[in-house]
């Protein structure tokens, strides 16, 4: 029974991502024939060169989605190097826990609200530092260079890669490495950079991509803070879906295709500077080392991780703060007045996509939950450890831009009879989850001491009772940390829902993306702010849940 498991999974996340994908390329070269597309050729090709912006929205897109990733990368090498095996550094897992929890969108937002001329930043210093008695005429937010854009990236994606950092970390004997290093003369830092970082690249190596093909085609955060004209590539593709001329299809799939081409070269790049890194730094790599104290390292990275995790909690404060402002007239710090009227009004029209959002994201946690431990498992019982090789194929999804083959996927289940329902909707987020619950609960699950196990046999020999009463309590603070993050994954899914919902469902995420583009900055907070809180209370539980169960002996491990 276990071993289908990994079929299983396989075939219901490749066999539809694989279909969709071919779904639009089709039209990508004009066979469509619901909509009259009956003759392939270039013409969908040329109508979206020919697109007003085409070529500075592929600029941006290539720009934003490298600087971004090798900013991140830059910054956890970075802070990982000088400050590794410091008290901060012990404890930056509980620093970012909150950051990681927050959706993309909710942090975009919120960053929005900070830096913009009349944000929060703004006011806390004018008019007593910059004079500023009107918000000044700068385009901060949707700057035409994307800057605003890449810092929104960052403040997600440095948190997610410091966690995938720390997990590799656990993995080598990173103590022992640097101590020998450290022997040999070599300063911390550099003893990070030479001994350490090889061992543990390979292993990150994967969420880096999926980094990369992130920055490059998301389109929520870029509808909040990227440039409007022309967009990224992503937005522009998306707002040709979503044109009401159906005949703006063909192109749009053209785009879609093409940012696929685009993900997959970037990626490319980034595979070859992978490869001739080693060539260019052999000399610094094999040169002696000096006796340095690095304070200057460790004062300069810990001042970039602390200025990530400042915008990010200001950001979400200045979501709270907007929600209850009555009246706020620049350069006040504050608002002048504060009321609850604003929740009051909305607090029925946030039932629908609140409720939607929470019953999406528990169904997809908790099937990416099953699936997970049906896989690992599988590999313990059967002993396969983790050289169940296939199992790598389902981070496809987090590789390959959604807007790639999420149109397809729509039209397949329009042909099934499933757009538009409760399973093509969690189905739609379960392709995003899975990898992440599956990634958070691989290394915990297969480091599990099988002597519990084996005891257990002998004493019950049912391996299903084993699994219930043994090992699933003894794992059930890792499970439940994963079962959050897989919740926080689906909150945040933008596209997702809007192509497998078929505009029966909405969720918070697409609620706040709309009203991002609003007028009144409380209404947008309010949703903002909800949408950001549910993820924060899943991460609460699953920390204060087993220390309640241990608390009352009841065998939570």
Same mark, same amino acid.
């Given at each position: 029974?276990?071993?289908?498991?990994?079929?299983?999974?396989?075939?219901?996340?490749?066999?539809?991502?694989?279909?969709?994908?071919?779904?639009?390329?089709?039209?990508?070269? *004009?066979?469509?024939?619901? $909509?009259?597309?009956?003759?392939?050729?270039?013409?969908?090709?040329?109508?979206?060169?020919?697109?007003?912006?085409? %070529?500075?929205?592929?600029?941006?897109?290539?720009?934003?989605?490298?600087?971004?990733?090798? #900013?991140?990368?830059?910054?956890?090498?970075?802070?990982?190097?000088?400050?590794?095996?410091?008290? #901060?550094?012990?404890?930056?897992?509980?620093?970012?826990?909150?950051?990681?929890?927050?959706?993309?969108?909710?942090?975009?937002?919120?960053?929005?609200?900070?830096?913009?001329?009349?944000? %929060?930043?703004?006011?806390?210093?004018?008019?007593?530092?910059?004079?500023?008695?009107?918000?000044?005429?700068?385009?901060?937010?949707?700057?035409?260079?994307?800057?605003?854009?890449?810092?929104?990236?960052?403040?997600?994606?440095?948190?997610?890669?410091?966690? =995938?950092?720390?997990?590799?970390?656990?993995?080598?004997?990173?103590?022992?490495?640097?101590?020998?290093?450290?022997?040999?003369?070599?300063?911390?830092?550099?003893?990070?950079?030479?001994?350490?970082?090889?061992?543990?690249?390979?292993? /990150?190596?994967?969420?880096?991509?999926?980094?990369?093909?992130?920055?490059?085609?998301?389109?929520?955060?870029?509808?909040?803070?990227?440039?409007?004209?022309?967009?990224? &590539?992503?937005?522009?593709?998306?707002?040709?879906?979503?044109?009401?001329?159906?005949?703006?299809?063909?192109?749009?799939?053209?785009?879609?295709?093409?940012?696929?081409?685009?993900?997959?070269?970037?990626?490319?790049?980034?595979?070859?500077?992978?490869? *001739?890194?080693?060539? &260019?730094?052999?000399?610094?790599?094999?040169?002696? !080392?000096?006796?340095?104290?690095?304070?200057?390292?460790?004062?300069?990275?810990?001042?970039?991780?602390?200025? =990530?995790?400042?915008?990010? /909690?200001?950001?979400?404060?200045?979501?709270?703060?907007?929600?209850?402002?009555?009246?706020?007239?620049?350069?006040?710090?504050?608002?002048?007045?504060?009321?609850?009227?604003? %929740?009051?009004?909305?607090?029925?029209?946030?039932?629908?996509?609140?409720?939607?959002?929470?019953?999406?994201?528990?169904?997809?946690?908790?099937?990416? =939950?099953?699936?997970?431990?049906?896989?690992?498992?599988?590999?313990?019982?059967?002993?396969?450890?983790?050289?169940?090789?296939?199992?790598?194929?389902?981070?496809?999804?987090?590789?390959?831009?959604?807007?790639?083959?999420?149109?397809?996927?729509?039209?397949?289940?329009?042909?099934?009879?499933?757009?538009?329902?409760? /399973?093509? &909707?969690?189905?739609?987020?379960?392709?995003?989850?899975?990898?992440?619950?599956?990634?958070?609960?691989?290394?915990?699950?297969?480091?599990?001491?099988?002597?519990?196990?084996?005891?257990?046999?002998?004493?019950? *020999?049912?391996? #299903?009772?084993?699994?219930?009463?043994?090992?699933?309590?003894?794992? !059930?603070?890792?499970?439940?940390?994963?079962?959050?993050?897989?919740?926080?994954?689906?909150?945040?899914?933008? #596209?997702?829902?809007?192509?497998?919902?078929?505009?029966?469902?909405?969720? $918070?995420?697409?609620?706040?993306?709309?009203?991002?583009? !609003?007028?009144?900055?409380?209404?947008?907070? /309010?949703?903002? $702010?909800?949408?950001?809180?549910?993820?924060? $209370?899943?991460?609460?539980?699953?920390?204060?849940?087993?220390?309640?169960?241990?608390?009352?002996?009841?065998?939570?491990?």
């Amino acid at each position: 029974m276990l071993r289908l498991f990994p079929v299983v999974t396989l075939a219901v996340f490749l066999a539809p991502v694989a279909a969709g994908m071919v779904a639009t390329a089709l039209p990508a070269f *004009g066979y469509l024939p619901a $909509l009259g597309g009956h003759q392939v050729g270039g013409a969908p090709w040329q109508r979206l060169l020919a697109t007003p912006g085409f %070529w500075t929205s592929v600029h941006l897109t290539v720009q934003s989605g490298l600087l971004a990733t090798l #900013l991140a990368l830059a910054i956890v090498i970075g802070f990982c190097s000088a400050m590794h095996n410091t008290r #901060l550094f012990r404890r930056a897992q509980v620093i970012l826990s909150p950051l990681l929890a927050t959706p993309h969108v909710a942090v975009a937002i919120g960053l929005a609200f900070l830096i913009a001329p009349a944000g %929060w930043a703004s006011r806390l210093v004018s008019p007593g530092l910059t004079g500023w008695q009107r918000p000044p005429d700068l385009a901060i937010v949707h700057d035409a260079g994307g800057l605003s854009f890449v810092l929104g990236l960052l403040l997600k994606e440095v948190p997610y890669l410091m966690f =995938m950092t720390l997990s590799a970390l656990n993995q080598i004997r990173s103590g022992e490495t640097l101590v020998a290093a450290r022997s040999l003369g070599y300063p911390p830092a550099a003893a990070w950079l030479k001994t350490v970082l090889p061992q543990i690249y390979p292993q /990150i190596r994967l969420p880096v991509y999926a980094v990369l093909a992130f920055s490059m085609s998301v389109v929520d955060v870029a509808v909040v803070l990227a440039p409007t004209n022309p967009p990224p &590539l992503s937005t522009l593709v998306f707002r040709m879906f979503t044109d009401r001329d159906l005949a703006v299809v063909f192109p749009a799939c053209a785009g879609a295709c093409l940012q696929l081409l685009l993900v997959v070269a970037m990626l490319g790049v980034w595979r070859a500077g992978e490869l *001739g890194f080693p060539m &260019l730094t052999r000399r610094w790599l094999t040169a002696g !080392g000096t006796h340095k104290t690095g304070a200057g390292l460790r004062a300069m990275w810990t001042a970039v991780m602390a200025t =990530m995790v400042a915008l990010s /909690i200001l950001g979400t404060l200045s979501l709270a703060v907007w929600s209850f402002t009555q009246t706020w007239f620049y350069p006040r710090a504050l608002p002048a007045a504060w009321t609850l009227s604003h %929740w009051e009004r909305h607090a029925a029209d946030l039932a629908g996509p609140g409720g939607t959002t929470l019953a999406t994201g528990l169904a997809a946690a908790l099937l990416a =939950m099953v699936l997970s431990l049906g896989c690992l498992q599988n590999e313990r019982v059967n002993g396969l450890g983790s050289a169940a090789r296939a199992l790598w194929l389902l981070y496809t999804p987090l590789l390959v831009p959604q807007i790639a083959f999420l149109f397809g996927a729509q039209m397949l289940l329009v042909r099934m009879g499933l757009d538009g329902t409760w /399973i093509a &909707l969690i189905w739609s987020h379960l392709l995003f989850v899975f990898p992440y619950v599956f990634l958070s609960l691989a290394d915990p699950w297969r480091s599990f001491d099988l002597r519990y196990r084996n005891s257990a046999l002998a004493l019950t *020999g049912s391996p #299903l009772r084993t699994f219930l009463r043994i090992e699933l309590p003894l794992m !059930g603070r890792p499970a439940l940390f994963a079962l959050a993050i897989g919740f926080a994954v689906s909150v945040g899914q933008y #596209l997702p829902t809007i192509f497998a919902g078929g505009g029966r469902f909405t969720t $918070l995420t697409v609620e706040a993306v709309t009203l991002s583009s !609003g007028s009144d900055a409380r209404v947008t907070g /309010i949703y903002a $702010l909800v949408q950001a809180g549910l993820p924060l $209370l899943a991460y609460m539980l699953a920390i204060a849940y087993p220390a309640w169960r241990y608390r009352h002996r009841k065998g939570m491990g």
